[in-house]
């Protein structure tokens, strides 16, 4: 085969390539703008984005809970739930906002001691319907071994499934990653800031605290 043919074929494949490239780019450009012409307040700075801890778990546990006690928190559990692919029977109840949410739940009085004073970072229980959500919450961090060769996730799994206030209560575990999970954990779903930003923007309350942790949540 002619070189000067190859190369001319070649030249070409290469000139359409950049031309898709340039079209696809004036697409996610337009996306983008009109996305932020629509919700402009995300622009400004976040509380925690002053105070330089736009990236402390903790203070985004603490917003999750006030986001999920709010106006629309159901719908917005339900939202995350379902984008993170959790499948339930007993999903639609979340909308009827019956659970409580609590940060930082201390495990006490353990078969190993080392489990004693470890911390869940949300557990939302529903003692109506009979359901439990146990988040952990990572963004700067990773999960950690305890002395038992298991992960925390499995400190706090085993925790929940052998705890009789618990007993007969559907259970989910998600594990919320500041990016997607590189590491897949048996029992765990994963889940990402993107999901939980999606929610709460799909089923934003008329509230200027969840309207300002939307706007740490855009920044990250």
């Excluded at 930082?104 to 353990?110: M, Y």
């Excluded at 590491?183 to 089923?203: G, H, Q, T």
Aim: aromatic share 14%; with cysteine; charged share 25%.
């Amino acid at each position: 085969m002619d070189d000067r043919y190859t190369y001319q074929v070649f030249s070409e494949c290469c000139e359409e390539l950049r031309s898709l490239y340039a079209q696809e780019l004036n697409l996610v450009y337009e996306r983008h703008t009109d996305f932020l012409n629509k919700h402009s307040f995300l622009q400004s700075k976040s509380v925690l984005s002053v105070i330089r801890k736009s990236y402390w778990e903790n203070y985004h546990s603490l917003l999750i809970k006030y986001v999920l006690e709010n106006r629309n928190g159901g719908r917005i559990l339900r939202h995350f739930l379902q984008s993170s692919g959790v499948k339930t029977a007993w999903i639609d109840s979340v909308d009827n906002q019956t659970y409580n949410v609590e940060t930082e739940h201390v495990i006490l009085k353990q078969r190993y001691k080392s489990w004693n004073g470890k911390r869940i970072d949300l557990l939302i229980c529903d003692d109506v319907n009979k359901w439990l959500i146990v988040v952990e919450n990572k963004i700067m961090s990773s999960v950690r071994y305890s002395t038992e060769n298991r992960t925390q996730l499995d400190i706090y799994k085993c925790y929940c499934e052998s705890n009789k206030r618990w007993e007969g209560y559907e259970k989910v575990y998600v594990l919320l990653d500041y990016k997607d999970c590189s590491d897949n954990y048996e029992d765990w779903v994963p889940a990402n800031y993107v999901n939980l930003f999606s929610a709460i923007l799909n089923n934003r309350p008329d509230d200027s605290v969840v309207d300002d942790y939307l706007k740490t949540l855009f920044s990250i």
